[in-house]
């Protein structure tokens, strides 16, 4: 089993910037993929960036120059900065968590709330 915790939401005007953090704990695979989803209200689920134990990223077109996934594998912790942010980046922000042994699911946090006004 592997526990996130995530933190970081609120509300903020366009323009400005966020950091999410999500820490995760429990049996952790060394070879592993982290990363955040976000789903506004009305819409499915989303990718918006993820990162591999060894520093891979990829991200959402729609972020890409304004967010910057990262992480600490000594603690855990992986990062999203959110800069330039614009009223439809208003979501609820999940991290998750998954790893290459078989059989792994994908591994939830309790999602955050990221409101830009205009």
């Known amino acids: 089993q592997v526990q996130l915790v995530e933190s970081g939401g609120g509300l903020v005007q366009a323009g400005g910037s966020l950091r999410l953090s999500c820490a995760a704990s429990?049996?952790?695979?060394?070879?592993?993929?982290m990363g955040w989803y976000r789903q506004a209200p009305g819409k499915q689920r989303e990718l918006v960036a993820h990162?591999?134990?060894?520093?891979?990223?990829n991200y959402a077109d729609s972020v890409k120059g304004r967010f910057t996934i990262s992480r600490d594998n000594a603690k855990n912790t992986m990062y999203l900065q959110m800069n330039s942010l614009k009223p439809e980046d208003t979501a609820v922000y999940y991290c998750?968590?998954?790893?290459?042994?078989?059989?792994?699911?994908?591994?939830w946090s309790q999602g955050t709330q990221v409101t830009v006004s205009s």
């Open positions: 990162i591999g134990s060894g520093g891979s990223t």
């Open positions: 429990g049996s952790i695979f060394s070879s592993n993929v």
């Open positions: 998750y968590y998954t790893d290459y042994r078989p059989s792994t699911p994908y591994y």
